[in-house]
C-alpha cells in the first residue's frame, strides 16, 4: 500500500485550565481541557478528508495540532513518512514549505496593512527566495486562484470577503505544498461566494493533486468537497469512512442525529422530530463511557460504563460504539 | 382572510449617508405580513435584510442612517412617523426583535430569571389589568438582584442570586424553549450559558412578551446545526402557540424553507423575488434565486462542480447600472443593463424583478 | 482605486485621516498651530535667524515698552523685541521634543515590541528595567541627569529621554499583545516566518500609528516640561530666546510690564495645546468606526 501522506496516531491535544487559588492551595489535580482526545486518522495524496463536527468537537484544534501551530500532548503525527511531532525550532520550521493552512476569517487573517504582493510571497520570503522568483510565483498563483495581475499593489481591505479567501488561498499554494488544512474556509462568505471557493479548491486539487483536510461543521459542504470523512464529537472520532456510505446509512447515532438536523430548501421536508436533547458535554469533566451517551436515545448501560474504542466494523467503514452496525434502520432518531 | 395586514411596507427607502458617499441600503422595497405568518427574509450581505428588520422596530442608526421616503404601518399606524416614547411602547409587546449573538443581547450581571421576570414585569405593566399596588411583588416591578453588585466584589456570597418576582411563569416559559433543568438555569448568568441555551433564552425573553410580531435577524447562524433544528422547529410551535407573526431574516435559503410560508429574496437593497414557499424552491422566478438555491452543494463529490453565480455582491457605493444582478447573470441580455425591472406577478401570489417574467 | 504609484503608505487611507482632521473646527485649529509652529522652528532654524528684521539677542535702550507698531509684542528688560524672541524661540522648543521623541519613541517600540512578542525571560528583563525608570517621578528623574550632565539644550534631551521612553515601552507591549492574537499572526507563523521578520513586518507597522498619536500629545508635553528645566535653570541656558527661559527672566515684570513674561508663558500654552488637540483628532480618526463614515 503505497505510504499515506499524513498519519495521525492517538493524537491528543490538551489545554490545562488555570485552577483557582483555592484550588492550587488545596493541590487539587489540574484539569485540562481535553480538545483533542486519542484521535488517529490518515489522509493520502489528491484526498480530502473531511472533518466534521460542532461546537466543541475539537476539530479546529486538531487541524491546527496536524499542522504542528500547536505542540500535541501526546501521539504521533507523521507526514511523508517522517515523523514531525517531535520536531522543534528550525526543523519545525521547515515543514511550513510543505504544510500550509487556510484559516477561517478571511478579514482577520490577511495582514490589513500589507499589499496583497507581499501578503502572498510571505511563504517564499521566509525561505529566502529571489526577488525575479518571487514575482513569477506571484503571478502563477493569482492566475491559479483567479484574481486579476493587478491585484498585487493593492491592500486587502479593498477586496471582498470572497476575493481575500482566495488571497488567502494563494498564499497558501506559492510553496507548492503538498497538504493543506482548511479550516472553515467558506463559513464567513456569502453563499453564492462559497460555491466559487469550493469549486476553486476542488479544481486546484485535481490539477495540482494535494491532500486536503477540510474542517467544517457544515454537512453539505463535507458531502461536496471530500472523498472521505471523519466525525468528531467532543474531541473523539466517532465515524470515519467513504462520505457517501457515512451519510447515507450512518453506523453512529450522533451522525445520524446529525445528518439528520441538516436543513433541506424543500419545505416538504420538514425536520422532524429530531430528538436530541442536552447539550455537548464538558470538555474539562467528560462524562463517563461514550460521551454521546448522555444524549444518545439508544444508550445502554454498557454505554455509560465503558468508552467505545473506534473499530472498523465493515471494510472502510469505522465507528466508536458498542452497537455500530446494529443501528443500520432510519437515519432519524426517532422518540422511542 | 381580507383583514388588514399586521404589517405593511409601502416603497420604503433607507440609505447610509457619511461625509463622503451616500448608500441607497434599501430600495423601494414593499411587502406585507399577514397575523400569524412566518415570512423569511433572504439575502446576502449588502442585500439590506438587516437594515429593513431594524427599520421595522425603528432601531436604525440615525445617523447615519436615513429614512428618505416611504410607510411602515404596524396595525396601522406609521412606525417611521411615531415619536420614540410611543415606539418605546410598542416594542416587546407589540415589535420585538432577537439577534444573532444571544451573548451580547443579554445583559450579563443579571441572572437568567430575572431578565425574563424583567420582561413578563413589562408586559403585566402595559396589559389593560394592570393597578400600581402598595409594593405588592406580585404587581410592581421584580425588585433589583443584588447579585450584580455582590459579582463585583467578586466573593459570591449565598443567597446573592434573585429569581424575580415571575418565577413560575418564568420556569414554564423556559420549559417551552426545551431547556432542560429550568429551575436551575434561572439562577445561571448568560455568560454560564452555552450559544443554544443562551438563544433560547433570548427567545424566551421575547415571546413571554407575547409580541404580535417577532423579527429574527439570523438567529440561528451562530448554532451548531442541531441546535439549530430544535430552535426552527421551536418558532414553528411559536406560530401555532402564539399566533405571533414572524419575520425571519437570514442568508440561508435551506432555513427558510424549514418555517416559512412565504420568502422574500432581496438582493443589492431591492426585493427581485416574493412568493410561497411551496413553489419558490420548486421553481424560482429570478435568476439570483435560482442561483442561491445551485449554490447550496447538494451533490456529492464524484456528481461533478456546483454552479456559482459568478462575480461578487455589489459594492452599492456605485451599483451597477439597469438590473442590479444583471452583470453576474446568465440569462442577461441588452434591457437588463439599460432598464431597472420592477416588480410583476407573472403567476398569483409570486412576484419577481425580472424582464424575463415581463409579459408584454 | 488608481494606486499603481509605489508608496510606502496608502494614499486613500491618509486621504480619509485628512477629511476627519478637517471636520471639527477644533482639529483643525490644532492642525493648524502644530503646522505653523513645526513651520516657523524649521525656517528659523535652517536660516539661522537671519531673515528676521533683527537679531533676538540685539540689546536696546527701549526697556519694557509696551506693545506698539514697532515693538507688537513690546519689549523686554533688557530692550529685546518680544515677538522676535517668541519666535525664535520655536526652533528650541521643537528641536527638543523632537529628539526627545524620536528617541523615546524608537526605543520604545523595539523594547516593547520584543517584550511583547518574545515574552518570556526577556519579556521580564525588559518590563522591569521599564518599572525602575517609571519608578521615578519625571521630573526628579530629568532635574537629577540634568544637574549631573551639566545644563544646555542638548544635555535637556539626554535627561528627558529617559523619563519618556518607558512609557513607550508599555504601550509598544500592550499593543503587541492584543496584535498577537489577530489571525494574520498565525498565519505568518504558518508561512514559516521567523518571529524577528514577524515583528518588524507585521507588529511595527500595525502598532505605529498609536503610538505616533500618544506621541502628537506627548509633544507638548515635553515641551512643558523642557519649559521647567529652562525655568529652573538646568535646560536652555541665557541669553537663548527659549520659552521657559524667558518666561522665569522677566517674571519679575509680572505686574508692571506683564508683556514680557505673560507672551513667551503663552506660546508654550498654545502649542502644547494645539499638539494635545491634534493627538487626540488623530486618535479619533484611527477608530475604524469614525473612518467609515468617511470613506
Avoid at chain 3, 528583563?125 to 532635574?143: E, N, Q, S, Y
Avoid at chain 3, 510690564?257 to 508654550?268: D, K, Q, V
Wanted: with cysteine.
Amino acid at each position: 500500500m503505497s505510504e499515506r501522506l499524513l498519519e495521525v496516531d492517538r493524537l491528543v491535544k490538551y489545554f490545562p485550565v488555570h485552577g483557582s487559588l483555592g484550588d492550587q492551595i488545596r493541590r487539587r489535580p489540574r484539569l485540562n481541557v481535553r480538545a483533542v482526545d486519542e484521535v488517529s486518522l490518515s489522509i493520502g495524496s489528491n484526498e480530502t478528508l473531511g472533518v466534521v463536527g460542532e461546537s466543541g468537537s475539537g476539530k479546529t484544534t486538531l487541524g491546527r495540532t496536524v499542522l504542528m501551530l500547536e505542540r500535541p500532548t501526546s501521539g504521533t503525527i507523521t507526514f511523508r513518512g517522517q515523523t514531525i511531532s517531535s520536531l522543534k525550532g528550525e526543523q519545525l520550521r521547515q515543514l511550513r514549505k510543505k504544510m500550509q493552512i487556510v484559516f477561517q476569517n478571511p478579514y482577520s487573517s490577511l495582514d490589513p496593512r500589507a499589499r496583497v504582493r507581499d501578503i502572498i510571497a510571505e511563504p517564499l520570503r521566509a525561505f529566502g527566495a529571489a526577488r525575479g522568483v518571487i514575482d513569477r510565483e506571484v503571478e502563477r498563483v493569482l492566475e491559479a486562484v483567479n484574481l486579476p495581475e493587478d491585484s498585487t499593489l493593492r491592500f486587502a481591505h479593498e477586496f471582498s470577503g470572497g476575493q481575500r479567501q482566495r488571497i488567502a488561498v494563494a498564499r497558501a499554494l506559492i510553496v507548492s505544498p503538498d497538504f493543506i488544512v482548511l479550516d472553515e474556509p467558506t463559513s464567513a462568505l456569502d453563499s453564492s461566494v462559497q460555491a466559487q471557493i469550493l469549486n476553486l479548491l476542488r479544481k486546484i486539487q485535481d490539477d495540482i493533486g494535494l491532500g486536503f483536510m477540510l474542517i467544517t461543521h457544515n454537512v453539505d459542504v463535507v458531502k461536496f468537497m471530500a472523498h472521505r470523512v471523519a466525525v468528531m464529537y467532543s474531541g473523539k472520532l466517532v465515524e470515519v469512512g467513504n462520505t457517501r456510505a457515512v451519510l447515507e446509512s450512518p453506523f453512529h447515532p450522533y451522525t445520524s442525529l446529525l445528518v439528520a438536523s441538516v436543513p433541506k430548501p424543500d419545505p416538504d421536508n420538514k425536520i422532524g422530530d429530531v430528538n436530541i436533547v442536552g447539550e455537548v458535554p464538558s470538555a474539562v469533566n467528560p462524562p463517563p463511557g461514550c460521551r454521546f451517551n448522555p444524549r444518545c436515545p439508544y444508550a445502554q448501560d454498557v454505554c455509560r460504563r465503558d468508552e467505545p474504542l473506534l473499530r472498523e466494523v465493515a471494510p472502510g467503514r469505522w465507528s466508536a460504539c458498542h452497537f455500530a452496525g446494529e443501528l443500520k434502520e432510519s437515519p432519524t432518531p426517532g422518540s422511542a | 382572510m381580507a383583514e388588514q395586514p399586521l404589517l405593511e411596507i409601502k416603497n420604503l427607502n433607507v440609505s447610509y449617508r457619511s461625509a463622503v458617499k451616500t448608500i441607497r441600503a434599501i430600495d423601494n422595497v414593499s411587502l406585507s405580513v399577514n397575523r400569524s405568518e412566518i415570512i423569511a427574509i433572504v439575502g446576502e450581505s449588502g442585500s439590506g435584510k438587516s437594515t429593513l428588520g431594524l427599520s421595522i422596530i425603528n432601531l436604525l442608526q440615525k445617523p447615519p442612517a436615513v429614512v428618505d421616503s416611504g410607510q411602515i404601518l404596524f396595525q396601522g399606524k406609521d412606525v417611521i412617523k411615531l415619536p420614540e416614547r410611543e415606539m418605546a411602547s410598542l416594542r416587546g409587546t407589540g415589535i420585538s426583535m432577537i439577534f444573532q449573538d444571544p451573548l451580547s443581547s443579554l445583559d450579563p450581571v443579571y441572572t437568567v430569571g430575572w431578565q425574563i421576570s424583567e420582561a413578563i414585569a413589562m408586559r403585566e405593566k402595559r396589559s389593560a389589568s394592570w393597578k400600581p399596588g402598595p409594593f405588592k411583588r406580585e404587581d410592581s416591578e421584580p425588585a433589583p438582584p443584588s447579585g450584580g453588585a455582590r459579582r463585583v466584589v467578586g466573593v459570591r456570597l449565598p443567597r446573592s442570586r434573585r429569581r424575580g418576582a415571575y418565577s413560575e411563569e418564568v420556569i414554564e416559559a423556559l420549559k417551552r424553549v426545551q431547556i432542560a433543568d429550568p429551575e436551575r438555569v434561572i439562577d445561571r448568568y448568560p455568560h454560564e450559558l452555552s450559544g443554544g441555551m443562551a438563544q433560547r433564552v433570548m427567545i424566551t425573553n421575547a415571546i413571554v412578551q407575547r409580541p404580535s410580531l417577532l423579527i429574527a435577524d439570523e438567529p440561528t447562524s451562530a448554532l451548531d446545526v442541531t441546535t439549530q433544528a430544535q430552535v426552527l422547529r421551536l418558532m414553528r410551535e411559536m406560530r401555532r402557540d402564539l399566533g405571533a407573526s414572524i419575520l425571519l431574516i437570514t442568508h440561508d435559503l435551506a432555513v427558510a424553507a424549514q418555517v416559512a410560508d412565504r420568502v422574500v429574496v432581496m438582493y443589492a437593497g431591492e426585493v427581485v423575488e416574493f412568493s410561497d414557499a411551496s413553489r419558490i424552491f420548486k421553481k424560482p422566478l429570478h435568476p439570483y434565486t435560482e442561483g442561491l438555491l445551485n449554490s447550496i452543494p447538494r451533490k456529492y463529490r464524484e456528481e461533478g462542480r456546483l454552479e456559482a453565480i459568478p462575480g461578487d455582491v455589489p459594492d452599492l457605493r456605485s451599483p451597477p447600472s439597469g438590473c442590479r444582478f444583471h452583470p453576474r447573470c446568465k440569462y442577461a441580455f441588452e434591457r437588463c443593463a439599460a432598464e431597472r425591472p420592477h416588480l410583476v406577478e407573472p403567476e398569483p401570489g409570486r412576484m419577481a424583478a425580472c424582464f424575463l417574467r415581463y409579459s408584454s | 482605486m488608481q494606486k499603481r504609484r509605489i508608496l510606502p503608505f496608502d494614499t486613500e487611507e491618509t486621504a480619509i485621516t485628512f477629511r476627519i482632521l478637517r471636520s471639527s473646527v477644533v482639529t483643525t485649529a490644532g492642525l493648524v498651530i502644530v503646522v505653523g509652529f513645526l513651520a516657523t522652528a524649521v525656517v528659523l532654524w535652517l536660516t539661522r535667524d537671519s531673515i528676521l528684521p533683527y537679531s533676538p539677542f540685539t540689546i536696546t535702550p527701549a526697556l519694557l515698552q509696551a506693545p506698539s507698531l514697532v515693538h507688537p509684542f513690546g519689549t523686554d528688560n533688557l530692550g529685546r523685541d518680544v515677538l522676535i524672541r517668541v519666535l525664535a524661540g520655536a526652533p528650541y522648543d521643537a528641536e527638543v521634543p523632537l529628539a526627545v521623541l524620536a528617541i523615546a519613541v524608537s526605543l520604545g517600540l523595539v523594547s516593547g515590541t520584543a517584550a511583547g512578542y518574545l515574552g518570556g525571560r526577556i519579556e521580564e528583563v525588559i518590563m522591569r528595567i521599564t518599572d525602575i525608570f517609571l519608578a521615578f517621578p519625571g521630573l526628579v528623574l530629568a532635574l537629577a541627569i540634568a544637574d549631573s550632565l551639566g545644563a544646555g539644550v542638548n544635555t535637556s534631551i539626554l535627561a528627558l529621554a529617559p523619563v519618556w521612553w518607558p512609557t513607550y515601552t508599555r504601550l509598544a507591549r500592550g499593543e503587541t499583545l492584543s496584535i498577537k492574537s489577530q489571525q494574520y499572526m498565525e498565519a505568518s507563523r504558518a508561512s514559516g516566518q521567523k518571529a524577528r521578520y514577524i515583528m518588524f513586518h507585521h507588529v511595527v507597522p500595525n502598532i505605529i500609528p498609536v503610538l505616533l498619536v500618544y506621541a502628537t500629545i506627548d509633544f507638548g508635553n515635553i515641551i512643558l516640561t523642557f519649559s521647567v528645566l529652562s525655568f529652573l535653570g538646568v535646560g536652555a541656558q541665557v541669553p537663548l530666546p527659549e520659552w521657559g527661559l524667558s518666561t522665569v527672566q522677566q517674571e519679575q515684570y509680572l505686574t508692571s510690564a506683564p508683556w514680557a513674561p505673560i507672551l513667551p508663558g503663552l506660546a508654550i500654552v498654545v502649542v502644547a495645546l494645539g499638539f494635545a488637540l491634534l493627538g487626540d483628532g488623530l486618535r479619533d480618526a484611527l477608530d475604524p468606526k469614525t473612518r467609515s463614515l468617511y470613506g
